[in-house]
């Protein structure tokens, strides 16, 4: 079935520096794809989407690229905040006739950021 | 918008009791999810709703798990007999549309079994 892989954490970073978080999936249709965030004692809110391949989703300085050729999402950030602490799911969504409507979502990484 | 309203926010009740979770998604929202979050487990989809309708409950751990959806803007789940290893933290969602628009996700209920 359709699965999603994540880097495992907690990942580390002092504020200001380059974040990577890497995201693989599998799936047999063409899913859309997602990233959420979480901050402590909230649910998760929904950061960037792709739906197709070669899209980019972008918000609040965080990109990241439906990658179809190396079923790849990873999530990028150019200089970090101790603000984006937080956890770090990445999700997909089959798009084909089955169409379910539900997420699939990665086990999520911790992201620490240092002052 | 209030957002998905989820109740309580903590609960803890004492193994064999009866729980109820609630949920109230956002107006206007087709779906409705009931996820389950723990450090050994990750987040997990128990059940979701389509119109009201339960599509897919394949998540729901046995039959002491149980949800509705009564009307379109109320759902429970409810756990009875509650057990130790029930405690997570419970979140509801919904969304607008199916595969492409984003879960709305309420801030979810502790629950503790003791």
């Known amino acids: 079935g359709d699965s999603v892989t994540q880097m495992e954490g907690p990942v580390t970073l002092s504020e200001e520096a380059f974040l990577t978080i890497n995201c693989t999936y599998t799936?047999?249709?063409?899913?859309?794809l997602f990233w959420y965030v979480q901050y402590p004692g909230e649910g998760l809110q929904l950061l960037l989407k792709?739906?197709?391949?070669?899209d980019k989703g972008s918000n609040k300085g965080f990109e990241a690229t439906y990658r179809k050729e190396t079923t790849s999402f990873h999530l990028e950030k150019g200089s970090v905040q101790v603000s984006d602490s937080a956890v770090y799911f990445c999700?997909?969504?089959?798009?084909?006739?089955?169409?379910?409507?539900?997420?699939?979502f990665g086990q999520g990484t911790t992201l620490q950021v240092k002052p | 918008d209030a957002g998905v309203i989820q109740s309580p926010r903590h609960e803890v009740t004492e193994m064999g009791q009866e729980v109820t979770l609630r949920c109230k998604p956002i107006?206007?929202?087709?779906?409705l999810f009931w996820y389950r979050q723990t450090m050994m487990r990750g987040l997990e989809l128990l059940i979701y709703?389509?119109?009201?309708?339960?599509?897919?409950d394949s998540g729901m751990p046995e039959d002491r798990f149980s949800a509705k959806m009564p009307n379109a803007s109320f759902s429970t789940l409810k756990i009875q007999p509650s057990e130790p290893r029930d405690s997570a933290v419970y979140f509801c969602?919904?969304?607008?549309?199916?595969?492409?628009?984003?879960?709305?996700f309420g801030n979810g209920t502790r629950l503790t079994v003791t």
């Open positions: 969602a919904s969304s607008w549309d199916s595969a492409i628009s984003p879960l709305h």
């Open positions: 799936a047999t249709g063409y899913p859309s």
């Open positions: 792709a739906t197709k391949a070669d």
């Open positions: 999700a997909l969504s089959d798009q084909g006739s089955s169409n379910t409507g539900k997420l699939i």
């Open positions: 107006s206007g929202h087709d779906y």
């Open positions: 709703f389509n119109n009201n309708v339960p599509i897919d």
